[in-house]
């Protein structure tokens, strides 16, 4: 009857363990999430208030922690999740700083976690999008326009020499920041070993 009941009762914890385990998921973090090409060269304040609006209307309180990042905190009932959202003309991040009640354990997160981040990510990119239709590209100059299809055929180029020679052209523009984090990833890949392309 013992040996029953221990079994019995390994069977319930290995049931609670496996659904803890459906509930817990890699904690997801959008990454340089791409903010529509029309507002490269709206101003890095009117964009941060388009993606704090969005996020309020998902309910998260949002702040300001300087140019370029918003805290972001969302509660609900006994659960509060911590983000930062770092952002600039070309795309933003989400990632994660802490949370309440939500099981994070390092590398996993509740699921709930994973959908209200996944909602404030899908809020943002409508309310950017909203914005950006209000941005006329008949204002920007031949210049800009120049500049923004250089940029489409270089970011996602594994040719260092074409990532130079666009900021040899626009290194005082919007994209140069892209462009030099992505130099940098090449270089890196190169001195791993990892080849992407010919010297």
Known sequence: MKFRLYGLALAVIAV??????????PIYNPTNVPIPQSLAFTSLEDIGEGIKRAGASQNWQ????????IEAVLK???HKANVRIDYSQISYSITY???INLLENGAGIHRNYNTWVRQLESAIN???????TTTKNEQLTTGDKAM?????????????LVLQDFMDRYGD???????????NELAQLRTSGVKRFDP
């Open 16 to 25: 609670l363990a496996t659904a803890c385990e459906q509930r817990v998921q």
């Open 97 to 99: 700083v802490s949370s």
């Open 173 to 183: 523009g919007p994209y140069a920041a892209a462009a030099q984090q992505r130099l």
């Open 126 to 132: 409508v309310n950017l999008q909203k914005l950006a």
């Open 76 to 78: 609900i009932r006994t």
């Open 148 to 160: 923004m299809e250089a940029w489409k055929q270089a970011e996602n180029t594994n040719d260092p």
């Open 62 to 69: 949002m702040t300001d922690k300087g140019a370029g990042e």
